[in-house]
């Protein structure tokens, strides 16, 4: 018998030590994940914006990504209802038609995410790639405000400390920019770069905004993550249409919807469609350190991809400033000492919830993914 139990806790001893190791691969591999996915939608996007030739129409591009969002959360309430169309349908028109209410709840936050969509290429096709993405961080900055101030949530003194060395790290950047404009803009006539500042701050704003909104909405709701993306979908790809026609409708009537669509163009929309579920599927395996690191090295990968792609320069004041805004993404990831209360996360597209509550529909799925999955 003492055999045996030595031979059995053995056995147990071995695999637990393969699930820890099969648990810090998959880390460093959500890792990699990460920071391809943070890096590759701006460098993506910069890029496609910057070629010669046909433009593809934004607007358009923001309501492709919404409706392929609404089809995936779709095709996930269909697989979680085994399939079976019938019982689809009852449950979509009960929680879209049925309680139009609580659907109607989705109308703000979805006008300020498709805002917001929008507002990200304006600004990445006026701001270099490596500016874009330390400026973009002030999202962390407004969304931790709106968390305060919305949800009454504490931030540590780390976390405040981190707020403001990103706010400086930003600011030094922004200077530097403004010092070197002309060169910022270099090789393209057609960009403006205070356009491009005022689309990234109000992004940063919106972003904000928009995902504590969202997070409070669920907090009050037992609707599912999925369900409650398919209402923002609704809403979005509404409103991207009311806007496509406003801002490029006679255009877009002249050449067509898909105008200027490329393989890459395609691959943007697949990345920001896809890139919040992608990161909610990653996260199941990292942790809060570690979206830190990710978005940290991001900052890297952009800035140094940038210098070969597209010219851009990097002087000693940039590099103070992005240094700054790589700590301070760093230090608010760190957890907070034991009996602190917890403080939102790095973004409403990639914090996750400490332990979000089984709702209907939602099945072993949500309990990994963040709240405003799929949104940005």
């Not at 706010?167 to 070197?180: D, L, P, R, S």
């Not at 972003?207 to 209402?231: D, H, P, T």
Request: glycine residues 8%.
């Amino acid at each position: 018998m003492a055999a045996e139990s030595h031979t059995k806790t053995g056995g147990e001893i071995a695999t637990s030590r393969t699930q820890s190791e099969a648990n810090r691969k998959l880390k460093y591999i959500s890792l990699a994940v990460l920071v391809v996915q943070n890096a590759s939608l701006i460098l993506s996007i910069r890029y496609v914006r910057t070629l010669p030739g046909d433009r593809f129409f934004t607007t358009s591009a923001v309501v492709m990504a919404e409706i392929l969002k609404v089809l995936t959360c779709l095709l996930i309430i269909l697989l979680q209802k085994r399939f079976n169309l019938k019982e689809t349908a009852g449950f979509l028109l009960d929680s879209v038609v049925l309680q139009y209410k609580d659907t109607l709840k989705l109308a703000v936050p979805s006008l300020i995410y498709t805002l917001q969509n929008n507002l990200q290429y304006v600004a990445i096709s006026n701001l270099p790639a490596a500016t874009f993405q330390v400026t973009y961080q002030l999202k962390i900055l407004t969304t931790a405000l709106f968390s305060v101030l919305m949800l009454r949530k504490s931030l540590s003194r780390v976390q405040w400390v981190s707020l403001l060395l990103l706010f400086a790290g930003v600011a030094i950047v922004q200077v530097q920019q403004e010092g070197n404009k002309e060169a910022s803009v270099a090789n393209a006539s057609n960009q403006n770069y205070t356009v491009g500042l005022v689309a990234v701050v109000v992004s940063c704003l919106s972003s904000g905004f928009a995902g504590v909104y969202f997070e409070k909405i669920l907090k009050g709701s037992s609707a599912s993550v999925w369900m409650r993306n398919v209402q923002l979908g609704i809403f979005g790809t509404a409103l991207g249409l009311l806007g496509m026609w406003w801002n490029d409708g006679a255009a877009i009537a002249k050449r067509g919807f898909l105008f200027g669509y490329t393989n890459m163009v395609w691959c943007v929309i697949f990345n920001q469609a896809f890139g919040g579920l992608l990161v909610a599927v990653v996260v199941k395996y990292a942790d809060n350190i570690l979206k830190g690191f990710a978005t940290s090295f991001s900052i890297i990968v952009s800035t140094v991809t940038s210098i070969y792609l597209f010219g851009f320069h990097v002087d000693l004041l940039f590099t103070a400033g992005a240094g700054l805004v790589i700590g301070a993404v760093y230090m608010y990831s760190l957890p907070k000492a034991p009996g602190g209360s917890l403080g939102h996360g790095l973004s409403s597209s990639s914090s996750a919830s400490p332990s979000p509550p089984k709702t209907e529909g939602g099945g072993e799925m949500e309990a990994f993914l963040p709240k405003s999955v799929l949104v940005k």
